[in-house]
Every structure is written in C-alpha cells, then in structure tokens.
C-alpha cells in the first residue's frame, strides 16, 4: 500500500527557534497533503490543506505565517514552525492522498515535537 | 455543521470478546464515514470507510460498520478481539459537499487476556 513518512520522528528544541517536519509519498505522488495537529488525548485538528505548487489553504484559527507550508514537489511537504513556543508542542501528522479527495488519505507516523 | 461523538474514551474486553466502538455523526449534507486505527509510533490506517452505498460496511482485520441514518450512528464491531487490535480507534466524517473532515476524540481499545 501507499506509504507516507515524516522525519523527524520526534524532536526537542528552544523557545525561539524554528522546526522544520517533512513529510513524504514514498511510492506515489501526492497532488495533496494535509497538515494535523493532535493534543493529548484529543483528536487530530486540520491545521492546513497543501496542494503541489499552490499556497496552502489554512483553516480557522490556525496562523499561516506560523506555521509555514511548502509542497514544492509532489512527494514532499514541509512544515515549519517558527518562532516555537511551548504551547506548540504538540504531535504532528501529516497525511497524502492519491486523487485529492478527502476520500482515501494515507497518514504519516507523526512527529512529536517539545518546545523548552 | 458536522460533528462527531465517539461516546466511550476507553474501553476493556477480553480476548475473544466481541468489540464495539460506537460513534454518532452530525451532518447537514450526506455524509462519508470512516473508521481509522493508530498504533503507537504508526501511522493512522484506515479501516473501512462508508460512501453511500451498502450500509454495513465490511473492513480490515475482521471489522465491520453499520450506517445508520436514523440514529446518525456508524458503530464499529468486531466478533472476536485480539490482542493485536489493542489500539486508538478514530470515527471520522467527512461532507462530501464541503470536504470538510472532522476527527473524533478517540477510544482507546484495551484488550485484556
């Protein structure tokens, strides 16, 4: 089946900096990618639909110039979050699919990050 | 608006056991179902999905859904829980008009020996 991967799997950083997550069709190219935020306990948020080429479409509530979305090809998507404070850690996951839709998605592991 | 409610945030059976995992919607417009599963340090895998066609839904690993329109229900089943299915079920609906896609909060299953 299709495989999505993220690097890094888990990452620490300062108060200040900024993070940069990949996310990867690893065996078929992705016209979209979606961005996910899950908390403790709670269930995956929508943060930002990615289209190859094209700027992201964020949702509500959520600051694109804080959270950067490039998806300069179609087997890769960066997200960067920048200036991190703690309040943005939190696990990442980032999902690809085939046809565009929201129909079939194939899910990234995740990335965990802490924010110092 | 849409909506999802996955009622139960923890549930324990035994193995062996039947499984269910219950979930109700909210949908203004027809809706897609889905059924989603996460183990620890993977990926959300998905599986079964409800599209309009048939409404008991059969998916992977011996689990099935049944659509229910008139109790906005799409509960998840299984005959006989294995240790391996010990994991985070998720019940998501997506609007197929709106392509809006909403996650519920999670039930995580715990299979007892």
């Known amino acids: 089946g299709a495989v999505v991967s993220q690097h890094p799997s888990w990452v620490i950083c300062k108060s200040g900096t900024s993070v940069k997550i990949e996310c990867r069709s690893l065996?078929?190219?992705?016209?979209?990618m979606f961005w996910y935020r899950q908390f403790p306990k709670q269930s995956l948020m929508l943060m930002a639909t990615?289209?190859?080429?094209?700027?992201?479409?964020?949702e509500q509530g959520v600051e694109k110039d804080k959270f950067l979305i490039n998806h300069a090809s179609l087997t890769l998507s960066t997200l960067t979050v920048t200036s991190a404070h703690p309040e943005d850690s939190s696990f990442y996951i980032c999902?690809?699919?085939?046809?565009?839709?929201?129909?079939?998605?194939?899910f990234g592991p995740g990335t965990r990050l802490l924010v110092l | 608006a849409q909506s999802v409610t996955q009622l139960d945030s923890h549930v324990s059976v035994s193995e062996g056991t039947p499984v269910l995992l219950r979930c109700n919607y909210s949908?203004?417009?027809?809706?897609?179902l889905f059924w989603y599963v996460q183990h620890p340090n993977k990926g959300l895998q998905l599986l079964l999905k409800y599209t309009s066609a048939a409404t008991l839904v059969k998916g992977i690993n011996g689990f099935e859904a049944e659509f229910k329109k008139s109790e906005t229900s799409f509960h998840l089943t299984k005959p006989s829980a294995h240790m391996s299915d010990a994991a985070e079920y998720f019940c998501?609906?997506?609007?197929?008009?709106?392509?809006?896609?909403?996650f519920g909060k999670g039930t995580r299953l715990h299979i007892l020996p």
């Open positions: 990615s289209n190859e080429g094209s700027k992201a479409t964020y």
């Open positions: 065996d078929f190219q992705a016209t979209t």
């Open positions: 998501v609906v997506s609007d197929q008009r709106n392509d809006k896609i909403i």
């Open positions: 949908s203004s417009y027809s809706p897609s």
């Open positions: 999902s690809a699919t085939l046809t565009g839709g929201l129909e079939t998605q194939y």
